[in-house]
């Protein structure tokens, strides 16, 4: 079970970090990643850490504002945002694949959680 937390309401430049808590299962060895859907848009992938945390990978959008992390002792997986725009603005998934690599692929993912929402105001 995957649980993503942090979202909320936040003016332009600012920063949120949102957390994943992985339950029910050990994931320590599935890679994990972040995307997001905003309203009538595709889901677009955002973020993706490896089972290690040694490698990541970053839609365009998303590199040098945004970090994905992960402490594998609490099972935990976090995306630090910074510089927050209003296209930012959607519903962010966390999501956790068995194969353990960085995956910008949606359907390659096995488990997924509930959303959280991000709002930057204008």
């Known amino acids: 079970q995957l649980q993503a937390s942090g979202g909320g309401l936040v003016q332009t430049g600012e920063s949120l970090t949102l957390t994943c808590a992985a339950s029910?299962?050990?994931?320590?060895?599935?890679?994990f990643g972040w995307f997001r859907q905003a309203p009538q848009k595709e889901r677009e992938f955002v973020a993706s850490?490896?089972?290690?945390?040694?490698?990541?990978i970053y839609s365009d959008s998303a590199r040098g504002r945004f970090t994905i992390s992960r402490d594998n002792d609490k099972d935990l997986i976090y995306l630090q945002m910074n510089d927050l725009k209003p296209e930012d603005t959607a519903v962010y998934y966390c999501a956790a694949d068995r194969l353990g690599l960085t995956q910008p692929i949606a359907d390659e993912y096995d488990f997924w959680g509930q959303g959280t929402q991000v709002t930057v105001s204008s």
């Open positions: 029910g299962r050990t994931f320590s060895m599935y890679a």
């Open positions: 850490i490896s089972w290690s945390g040694g490698s990541t």
